[in-house]
């Protein structure tokens, strides 16, 4: 099986978040908590707790945002 993107969740405090999910995306959620907790050994007991470190992954491997962000880093040091 190729490596999953997402690894075993690392105990962090829990931040409460409220939102509606397409039936056909929890669906694909839970199964990826499934194949993560297989990969792992660890089942996901909560899989919207993966919501966190897919959107993290997201976001850090976005090159797009990554380059806006460094503009927007250094434009504000300079003004």
Known sequence: ???????????????????ELPASLHRD???????????????INEPLKLIIPMLTRFMAT???????R???HSSGRNG
């Open 70 to 72: 460094k503009q927007s």
């Open 1 to 19: 099986m190729a490596k999953l993107k997402i690894e075993a969740l690392s105990d962090d405090k829990p931040v409460k978040v409220t939102l």
């Open 29 to 43: 959620l839970v199964a990826y908590a499934e194949a993560v907790g297989k990969e792992s050994g660890k089942p």
């Open 62 to 68: 976005d090159r797009a945002f990554a380059k806006s």
